[in-house]
Nanobody
Framework: QVQLVESGGGLVQAGGSLRLSCAASGGTFSRYFMGWFRQAPGKEREFVARISWSGGITDYADSVKGRFTISRDNAKNTVNLQMNSLKPEDTAVYYC????????????????WGQGTQVTVSS
């Protein structure tokens, strides 16, 4: 069973950048399909980005396409989310998620979750 720990969140001004990282332990990282989700206060958890086992396939929510980049390093057991041109509406708790099967854009497709990291974008 894999354990996930996110880091890199914080407070940033609109237009700025942050890089989130998710460190995995307790499993063979390269076997897990990885995703990033976010949840703003009073809203449902929403898909942000996902990446396949080898990193060859990536997918993004329309709201972040062209601004966010997901990547993974299977040697270091990490998945990253580079966030550029941040907007106030990107403010949320960001979660890293994993599953052994090819997973899509729904949170219920991922079995394993981190505790989340807060991202706040000021205007």
């Amino acid at each position: 069973q894999v354990q996930l720990v996110e880091s890199g969140g914080g407070l940033v001004q609109a237009g700025g950048s942050l890089r989130l990282s998710c460190a995995a332990s307790g499993g063979t990282f390269s076997r897990y399909f990885m995703g990033w989700f976010r949840q703003a206060p009073g809203k449902e958890r929403e898909f942000v980005a996902r990446i396949s086992w080898s990193g060859g396939i990536t997918d993004y929510a329309d709201s972040v396409k062209g601004r966010f980049t997901i990547s993974r390093d299977n040697a270091k057991n990490t998945v990253n989310l580079q966030m550029n041109s941040l907007k106030p509406e990107d403010t949320a708790v960001y979660y890293c998620a994993a599953d052994l099967t090819r997973s899509g854009v729904n949170a219920n497709e991922y079995r394993y979750w981190g505790q989340g990291t807060q991202v706040t974008v000021s205007s």
